[in-house]
């Protein structure tokens, strides 16, 4: 693309939601736009647990970033690892695939890289209790749940079996409680008589969490519905509960009176928290900015750094106001962003903060079950699940993504089947051997 | 599953065309059937290029066997590698994911295990050069031929750029032929205005091999539509070419006048010849069977090893009158062996030899274009295009995999999508990788 003469020079840092409609809002401005991410998708998270269950394809809850922006002239995407800012030169330093340096010069920079999952200080449980934020972790989650059921039927020692078909959960937020009730499912009606020496539908799917119920966020009614949905289910619900070790073979849990119990599992996945990736600490290292607790960004009104007006930080890695991680707050954080920006290259600057317009939540309990919250009004059950149905298929991104998902979940909900579900003796293998071989290092290897 | 008092041991090795026939027709047989295979899923192979080139997910050129089996409570299904047979005692060994031994006993074995990919004693080229029999091979392949075109994007180095805009195609059978065509579609129609530092319609793609031309066995009228066709889509044909060295940025060849010329060329793809796996060497030397130059095992018209009535060899790795290795001989061969040892385990042996109906051959040029050979019929071009359709859809497995199927290839030729291409940085460098390290040892990691 040709440098436009005495055109501003913006980029993005990420092309989740706010990445992606930073730079789709910024279509008709007079800027050059640089978008950089590590993928070279754009991935639907909301419904990354159907992929790491083996409903939808990669395909399906993902699209190029270059083919959804390549009608932007305007916008160059680059792949490649963002490793530091240098808020005083303006510039943002990575690295393209293989290790070369590139240096990218702005005047706007939207820091959009979404956060990672934190282990609160314990990153060695990482390699037995992977968590699941991009299309890679959901393919591991994957192997491992389908590779369980594989090695609890080839196991000859009664414990071990047991071992195999016990999953735990961490965390009873929206990913922990769909991952629950998706195992429950794919146990009791994906691999119903695919097994010879197991009874699949014996698996147990325990479900941790610290606080009160389960998707304590939907508030006390349909956090309700979903515990009496989950235990209608299977699911067994182990609230006010503290994840203090993991190992190859199992978890310790302190409960609310003090007593730590121990649970063998062989997959144990993690659901629990959030941390910044480090672009984030290097951001606030060099502009001094203020984080909270999980090392989100404190922006002002109009989702800038205080002090760097030209520094944005819009999606799941601001923090403003005690707005949630959610898909929709980072869609109208980009719009907004890109917006302001626009404004002020065309000369004529915006002082109109950013207002979120609320509107609802929903979660996938099970085939016919969901809770969903829009304002005021409360679904759950067979309506919450149409409702969700709709919402989903709605915010896909883009048609033919809508109609395979239409496709697949049409298949899974009237014939049982989840088809994308490839695995070798190698993958379940390198799944078996977490839990045998020494922790690499550094421990983290998710 | 329990024991059947009495009942004969079928040990099926192998989950593809000829392994999945097999335990198909031994449906009502009075035997206990084993399938041992080390992946999780049959494979439908003649569409693997469309997986390995965005088109398909692995899910729609897959079915899990437990799946397809379940209704077979005579057959039971073990993910395991097989590791060595033992024709005296009747048993067959494995490893479970993990390591872990196993062992079959059998009455009748089935030695269905495929072709491997051959270098022709230069295992070295794997490394640089993957060649694609599973479903592994081809999301390899997918990662180095999408992972190119962000190389030559990224690329400062105009020399450096015109490598990884060349794709070298060993092989120009159908495998080579329909990936040269897709690469050519991807580069001109799916990344059109995808990219803004190159134009990927200037990629190279060059297809070698040691014979007069294309798709040779399937006769000259067709092979030279085949030629003219790929001609007309840019394909640059080197036929009487012997490729004599591959590395980490190019390969040399030799014409037919000796004369060795060296291309640059940052992706080189391997389709040229196929091995026998390790299982099949070890029953060639535990049964002193005859194999030809291949590898493959020379049986008799039932389809037995010479010596060794229980053990019987169809598909690829069968060697019987010059039949080629193709998806209609495998499943024929699968059916007749399930059928004979059927016969005899219900008392009344059969001594009706195998006999081969020839349905013909396909392969895919590009889209609206494709060469078919029914008996004395042939079709080619936009005709031939259309009995590949409906051939292909016929033959897919499964009812929810044709309709996934036929929904892809609608988007892919009416809107040139081709949505299954996740990939990242890390990905890409690990392709990148590969012609900067130097090579592990043993050389073959493929």
Request: charged share 20%; net charge positive; proline share 5%.
């Amino acid at each position: 693309m040709d440098d436009q003469a005495g055109q501003r020079r913006v980029v993005i840092i990420g092309g989740g939601f706010a990445g992606l409609f930073t730079a789709r809002a910024l279509r008709r401005a007079p800027v050059q736009v640089t978008l950089i991410d590590r993928a070279a998708h754009h991935l639907f998270q909301p419904l990354l647990y159907q992929c790491s269950t083996g409903i939808l394809s990669e395909g399906k809850i993902t699209a190029p970033l270059r083919e959804l922006l390549r009608k932007h002239r305007n916008v160059e995407c680059v792949l490649a690892e963002v490793t530091g800012i240098d808020p005083e030169r303006r510039q943002v330093h990575a690295r393209r695939p293989g290790g070369e340096r590139m240096e990218f010069g702005y005047d706007y920079l939207v820091v959009a890289a979404g956060v990672e999952q934190s282990y609160f200080g314990h990153d060695e449980f990482a390699r037995y209790a992977p968590g699941m934020k991009s299309v890679e972790d959901a393919l591991v989650i994957r192997r491992r749940v389908f590779g369980a059921f594989e090695m609890a039927e080839s196991a000859t020692d009664p414990a071990e079996r047991t071992r195999w078909l016990t999953f735990a959960l961490v965390g009873a937020g929206p990913t922990g409680v769909e991952l629950a009730g998706q195992i429950r499912e794919v146990a009791t009606k994906t691999l119903r008589s695919e097994y010879r020496h197991i009874a699949p539908e014996d698996a147990r799917v325990l479900l941790f969490d610290g606080g009160d119920a389960p998707l304590a966020s939907f508030g006390p009614v349909l956090s309700g519905k979903a515990a009496a949905a989950l235990t209608k289910l299977g699911v067994e619900q182990h609230m006010h509960s503290i994840v203090t070790q993991v190992d190859g073979t199992g978890l310790l849990v302190r409960d609310k009176d003090g007593k730590v119990t121990r649970y063998e599992a062989g997959t144990v996945l993690w659901a629990a928290g959030v941390a910044a990736p480090a672009v984030a600490t290097a951001i606030v290292k060099a502009t001094g900015a203020k984080c909270d607790r999980g090392g989100r960004i404190m922006v002002g009104k109009d989702l800038t750094v205080p002090g760097y007006p030209e520094i944005y930080v819009p999606g799941d890695l601001m923090c403003l106001d005690g707005l949630p991680g959610v898909a929709e707050v980072a869609m109208q954080g980009g719009l907004y962003v890109g917006g302001h920006i626009r404004h002020a290259a065309e000369g004529h600057p915006s002082d109109k903060p950013f207002r979120y317009r609320d509107l609802g939540s929903a979660a996938y309990i099970s085939r016919g079950s969901a809770v969903v919250s829009v304002g005021k009004l409360h679904f759950s059950g067979f309506i919450g699940w149409w409702v969700w149905l709709f919402v989903h298929i709605g915010f896909l991104t883009g048609f033919r993504n809508r109609i395979g998902a239409i496709l697949s979940w049409w298949f899974a909900f009237t014939r049982d089947l989840r088809r994308e579900r490839t695995y070798t003796v190698r993958e379940v293998g390198i799944v078996r051997d977490v839990y045998t071989s020494p922790p690499p290092s550094p421990a983290n290897d998710g």
